[in-house]
Nanobody, 117 residues
Framework: QVQLVESGGGLAQPGGSLRLSCAAS????????MSWARQAPGKGLEWVSG????????YYADSVKGRFTISRDNAKNTVYLQMNSLKPEDTALYYC??????????WGQGTQVTVSS
């Protein structure tokens, strides 16, 4: 069965950094694109970033472009989200998801990111 387990969330100050990790299992990780999405309090689910199956291309929402970097290590079945220059509006529950080739069909449990002074 597909499992996605996020980690690395926590508290950061504005302007600070966090690195999220997502450990994947139960599927051929290297064959699929992966995404990060988030849900902030009182807001809908927002797609944040995606990475091609072999890591050759990456995509970002305008809200995080230039600040966040997605990467993956297919040998470790892990996708990462490096978050720099964090803003309070980045506060959200961050989810790792399998896709988008056939949609974001599997999701992790989420890891909380809080950006506050």
């Amino acid at each position: 069965q597909v499992q996605l387990v996020e980690s690395g969330g926590g508290l950061a100050q504005p302007g600070g950094s966090l690195r999220l990790s997502c450990a994947a299992s139960g599927f051929t990780f290297s064959s699929y694109a992966m995404s990060w999405a988030r849900q902030a309090p009182g807001k809908g689910l927002e797609w944040v970033s995606g990475i091609y199956s072999d890591g050759s291309d990456t995509y970002y929402a305008d809200s995080v472009k230039g600040r966040f970097t997605i990467s993956r290590d297919n040998a470790k079945n892990t996708v990462y989200l490096q978050m720099n220059s964090l803003k309070p509006e980045d506060t959200a529950l961050y989810y790792c998801a399998k896709g988008p080739p056939v949609g974001l069909d599997y999701w992790g449990q989420g890891t909380q990111v809080t950006v506050s002074s």
